[in-house]
């Protein structure tokens, strides 16, 4: 059997984001490791998406964990 990475999406404001399933312990309980979203991908997700308050507030948490991949628009 091979190794296979769990990810989970979490959406609630404060620790919203993208995570690697690390452990499953015994009491049930998981151990998440932060997964680092690129933020075209962010972007892609959410185009064109109307927010609730809480949704747009988890949102911007998710845009701000996201790693920018973006092309610099040289206007430095």
Do not use: C, W
Not at 16 to 24: I, K, M, Q
Not at 42 to 57: A, L, N, P, W, Y
Request: proline share 4%; charged share 40%; net charge negative.
């Amino acid at each position: 059997m091979g190794t296979q990475r769990t990810r989970i999406t979490i959406t609630e404001p404060g620790i919203a984001g993208s995570y690697e399933l690390v452990e499953r312990r015994e009491d049930g309980s998981l151990l998440l490791r932060p997964e680092r979203e690129r933020l075209s991908d962010v972007i892609r997700d959410s185009e064109g998406v109307v927010f609730k308050d809480e949704e747009f507030i988890a949102h911007l948490q998710r845009v701000r964990a996201a790693e920018d991949d973006l092309p610099d628009d040289g206007d430095a």
